[in-house]
C-alpha cells in the first residue's frame, strides 16, 4: 500500500429525509404558505424591505410584526400585494409536503445548511463524525472484552453533579484506546496529534438543489405504534436524494473502504437489535447502514448500547444517564425512568412523514466507491 493517499467518494442514499441545519430559523410570519398549492414560500428579506420601502408598505409591515397574528399571505393580500408582485423577491419554493401548516398558528422552519450560492449541502465534518461514531462503536461490540474496566465505570459511576462532564473521562479513554494509536507524541499517548483519523479525511458533500428540499415535521412513534406529531418544522433533504463526498485515507488511519462499510454494518445491525427492533416496523420506512444529521435520535449518534451491551439491566442505565444529563422540566415531562418498563430508552422513535409515508429521520444507505 505504501505511503500513497487514496481517493474514493462515499455515497449516501437518503432512505428516509435528512436534516442538517445552520442554526437559523424562518420566523412564522417571515414565510407564505399556500395550502392549495402545498407550497412555501421564503421570501429574500432585503428584496422584500426594497419592495416594501418602495410601495409605502415599511411601516405597515413593522407593526404587522409586532402586533399583527394573521398569517403573512393574509397581510400581503390585505395590503394589494399580488403573487405576481411577490414572486421576484422570492428567494426559493418548499413543497410542504405532509407538515402540518395552520395559517393561525404557524411554526418556524429550522433551515437546513447552505453554501454562499444558496445550493444545499452537507459538511464533511458532519458526515466524518458519523463515521467516527461508528468506528468506534463497531469495535466496542466486536471486542467487549477489551473495555470492561470503562463499562464498569459507566454502569456503577453515581449519576449527578456536573451533566456536561457526565463520563467525560470514560468517553476520553475510549478514544484514547481506540483511535490515538500513532506513535507522534510518545510521552502523551491521549494527545490528539496521535489521532489515526486525521488520516480519513471527508470533503464537504457536492451542491444538492433546493429541488431536493422538503418540508418535514417531527413525528415520535411510541412503542406501541402510536404517533405523535411536533410542531417542529425542518427543511430536510428528500428520500431518494443521493450525496456524494470526496473521501482520503492515508495509511496512518489504516482503515480500507471495506473495513469503513464493516463497521456501518456492525453498528447498524446492533442499533436494529438495542433499539429499533422495539417499535413496530410493519409502517416504517428506513434501514440502512448509517444515520446522518439532526433528529435521528440519541441511539445513533452514541455509544452507549455498543459499550453497555443488550438487556433489561442495559435498558435501566442508558435511561438514567439520558434522565441525568436533563433539566428537572425535561426529566417529568419525558419519564425516562420508566422506559425499563417499556423495553427500550429513549422510547420514541424519531420519525416523520413523506408522502404519506413515515420515514426514519437520518435513515441512509452508504456505499463507498
Known amino acids: 500500500m505504501g505511503n500513497e493517499l487514496r481517493h474514493y467518494t462515499i455515497e449516501l442514499y437518503a432512505e428516509g429525509p435528512v436534516f442538517v441545519g445552520d442554526g437559523k430559523k424562518i420566523g412564522k410570519k417571515e414565510y407564505i404558505f399556500l395550502p392549495r398549492a402545498q407550497k412555501v414560500h421564503v421570501p429574500d428579506l432585503e428584496k422584500m424591505c426594497v419592495f416594501f420601502l418602495k410601495h409605502g408598505l415599511m411601516e405597515s409591515y413593522e407593526t404587522y410584526l409586532m402586533e399583527d397574528r394573521r398569517d403573512f399571505a393574509i397581510w400581503l393580500r390585505n395590503n394589494g400585494v399580488t403573487e405576481r408582485e411577490y414572486l421576484p423577491w422570492i428567494a426559493y419554493t418548499l413543497d410542504s409536503g405532509d407538515a402540518v401548516i395552520e395559517q393561525n398558528d404557524k411554526k418556524e422552519i429550522a433551515t437546513f445548511l447552505k453554501d454562499a450560492y444558496g ?14 461514531t461508528i468506528l468506534l462503536g463497531a469495535e466496542l461490540i466486536q471486542h467487549p472484552e477489551r473495555y470492561a474496566d470503562t463499562k464498569r465505570s459507566v454502569q456503577m459511576t453515581k449519576l449527578g453533579g456536573n451533566k456536561t462532564q457526565l463520563f467525560k473521562r470514560e468517553g476520553q479513554s475510549l478514544e484514547a484506546s481506540v483511535f490515538r494509536t500513532l506513535q507522534r507524541d510518545k510521552d502523551h499517548r491521549s494527545n490528539a496529534v496521535n489521532d489515526r483519523l486525521s488520516g480519513l479525511r471527508v470533503g464537504d458533500s457536492e451542491p444538492l438543489s433546493i429541488e431536493d428540499l422538503t418540508l418535514c415535521q417531527k413525528v415520535d412513534v411510541t412503542t406501541d405504534g402510536r404517533e405523535r406529531p411536533l410542531p417542529i418544522l425542518r427543511e430536510c433533504l428528500k428520500p431518494g436524494t443521493v450525496i456524494r463526498f470526496p473521501l482520503t485515507l492515508s495509511p496512518e488511519s489504516s482503515l480500507t473502504p ?19 427492533n422495539a417499535f413496530p416496523l410493519n409502517e416504517i420506512n428506513g434501514g440502512g447502514n448509517l444515520y446522518l444529521g439532526g433528529g435521528s435520535g ?19 442505565r442508558v435511561s438514567e444517564i439520558i434522565d441525568a444529563t436533563l433539566s428537572f422540566k425535561a426529566r417529568s415531562q419525558h419519564k425516562h425512568r420508566e422506559d425499563r418498563r417499556k423495553g427500550v430508552s429513549p422510547h420514541m422513535l424519531k420519525c416523520t412523514r413523506y408522502q404519506g409515508e413515515l420515514y426514519e429521520m437520518g435513515a441512509c444507505a452508504m456505499e463507498i466507491k
Do not use: N, W
Not at 471495506?258 to 429499533?276: K, P, R, S
Open 119 to 132: 445550493y444545499p449541502y452537507v459538511p464533511g465534518s458532519s458526515l466524518k463524525g458519523a463515521l467516527r
Open 298 to 316: 440519541y441511539a445513533t449518534k452514541t455509544i452507549t448500547y455498543p459499550l453497555l451491551g443488550k438487556g433489561t439491566a442495559q435498558v435501566q
Open 258 to 276: 471495506e473495513a469503513i462499510q464493516h463497521a456501518a454494518t456492525t453498528f447498524a445491525q446492533y442499533y436494529d437489535d438495542c433499539f429499533l
